[in-house]
């Protein structure tokens, strides 16, 4: 593939981002007479430069804060708004608002100007935490979470594509490492920023209005100094709405919303066995089905604009960074998630407290993604930095699954540093790596697929160790507390009425505390075995260099 630094991305090429893998793979990636499209040269520098970097990092920040940040406000928000059983389409919602419009935003981030779509869904962003801050009740609540997950999705590609469209190609790594970092960083600190205003004079509405604090702080320098970058210049609008697959859309939204509703609800809201979950599970099955050979026979569409980049799943590097990616991502928020939780459980630390107790975490994944950035982009081999890296994982996370009642704070440190490692080492990676392997004709594409990779793994790592920790407890607890109803139990578990511990017996605690750690344990082995699989994928990565392109 030629150098970026050598030729540019045409004209034609970018309106033609979803060619078959055999066209791509026999045409040139660019023109030497072709029209330069954005110059490989960054012309934004100084300091404008650095206030556009910071101003998208920093939604990126509160993208990956409002992750998090409802775990320490929900005994909160049930207070002022009630129906606890409605709870976890908290979580749920957002997930479902970011995952399920990650492939259509992919499509037509690759048509419309990349400035105002980032604007635009900036702009949803905070209309749905407003919404979550004002709301009168639980129902306009996860209303603005959904809103609030669809507007995050789109600032994140934005993010990866102005930064991937904008900076040149040695320094591209680093600047993605950075958006790992802070995404990593806002997940983690979520809930040390939500109890904070829960447990403040403010109060927990804003956790949410804290969005609209820094968006306003920043407006000016995304109105007035983002750089432009339009992938089909010239071109009138109305031709390009004709080219999005509209068919591919919405099988795509409900191959992830009945897929995410079916395996988080099961056995919380609704039983296993239940109509809902059963029709859930099936309908986002047959959508599955539905939507891959829609694309696979180019239904109602044509094979240029499919929303899904089929070619890549010829190419057997791509599934395996796709694959890797989820797994760290899986991996990496399970651990996020469930190490507070075993602090507040096995050692009685309250909420923020506990939350605290992930700072060796946020520290090494931060350190390491930075170090990543840094190395592989100078030295080029991808492929150490995935084996490493998983093998860290698995190591960390059998050996946290092992956690009990009685295990030392530090042994929780020193498996957060090996498994902070081991999931910084890889976990952004994907996005350097792939723009190093692909046609700039793709590369639209190209980013998007990872981002669905980051985010399916998210989703899916949450979706399976949530329903694990949901099934496993309640079972658990019914027999240490037979006497207590399954929805108190519930809602015990999920933070709304922790009360419910002070009214125990001696013994219903121990045996509460014993039931609640054996269940995290269970929850961790769904981080090892992310880990393995990884590590597995990791050996049949191609030993190339990145730098092979990076320093052409």
């Not at 125990?504 to 509460?512: D, H, Q």
């Amino acid at each position: 593939m030629s150098s970026l630094t050598e030729k540019q991305v045409s004209i034609n090429e970018q309106s033609s981002l979803n060619n078959s893998s055999s066209e791509i793979e026999s045409q040139p990636a660019s023109q030497g007479d072709e029209k330069v499209h954005a110059p490989f040269k960054r012309k934004t520098r100084g300091i404008t430069w650095i206030l556009v970097v910071v101003a998208i990092l920093s939604s990126i920040f509160l993208y990956a804060l409002d992750n998090t940040i409802v775990a320490d406000v929900v005994p909160s928000i049930t207070q002022s708004l009630g129906s606890s059983e409605l709870l976890p389409w908290l979580s749920v919602g957002f997930m479902i608002g970011g995952v399920g419009v990650a492939l259509p935003f992919g499509k037509i981030f690759g048509l419309y100007n990349v400035k105002w779509l980032y604007i635009f869904s900036l702009t949803l962003f905070m209309v749905g935490s407003a919404l979550c801050g004002a709301a009168p009740n639980m129902n306009a609540m996860i209303v603005g979470r959904v809103i609030a997950g669809v507007g995050g999705n789109g600032m994140y590609l934005g993010v990866i594509t102005l930064l991937s469209v904008n900076t040149e190609e040695k320094e591209r790594p680093m600047y993605l490492a950075l958006v790992g970092l802070v995404f990593g960083v806002g997940t983690c600190v979520g809930p040390l920023i939500g109890g904070a205003f829960a447990e403040s004079p403010v109060g927990w509405p804003f956790a949410f209005y804290l969005n609209l604090i820094i968006g306003g702080l920043f407006a000016p320098v995304y109105l007035f100094m983002l750089p432009t970058f339009d992938p089909r210049p010239g071109v009138p609008y109305t031709e390009r709405s004709r080219e999005i697959d509209y068919v591919g859309t919405v099988l795509s939204i409900g191959m992830i919303v009945f897929t995410v509703i079916g395996i988080n609800f099961g056995g919380a809201i609704y039983a296993w066995k239940s109509a809902t979950v059963i029709v859930m599970l099936v309908l986002g099955v047959l959508s599955c089905i539905a939507f891959f050979a829609q694309q696979g026979f180019a239904f109602l569409t044509t094979k240029d604009h499919r929303v899904f980049p089929m070619q890549f799943l010829r190419r057997p590097e791509y599934i395996l960074l796709f694959c890797l990616t989820s797994a760290a991502n899986a991996a990496g928020f399970c651990v996020i998630y469930y190490i507070p939780l075993y602090f507040q459980f096995a050692k009685g630390e309250a909420p923020v407290a506990a939350a605290v107790k992930i700072l060796p975490l946020i520290v090494f994944i931060s350190a390491t993604i930075l170090v990543n950035g840094a190395l592989m982009g100078k030295f080029g081999y991808y492929k150490p930095w995935y084996v490493v890296g998983t093998a860290l994982m698995l190591i960390g996370g059998v050996l946290i699954s092992r956690v009990n009642t009685s295990t030392s704070t530090a042994y929780v440190y020193g498996m957060e540093v090996i498994l902070g490692l081991g999931v910084g080492s890889h976990i952004q990676s994907g996005f350097a790596v792939i723009q190093s392997i692909t046609e700039p004709a793709v590369m639209a594409y190209a980013i998007t697929f990872m981002m669905v990779a980051q985010l399916l793994g998210i989703a899916m790592g949450l979706s399976v160790s949530g329903a694990v920790f949901v099934n496993v407890a309640i079972s658990k607890l019914q027999v240490a507390l037979p006497r207590v109803p399954r929805k108190t139990l519930l809602a015990f578990i999920s933070g709304a009425r922790s009360e419910l511990f002070d009214t125990l017996t001696v013994e219903e605690k121990a045996g509460t505390v014993h039931a609640l750690v054996e269940t995290i344990q269970k929850v961790f082995v769904c981080v090892y075995a992310a880990a393995a699989f990884g590590f597995v994928l990791s050996l049949f990565l191609r030993r190339q260099k990145v730098a092979s392109q990076i320093s052409a």
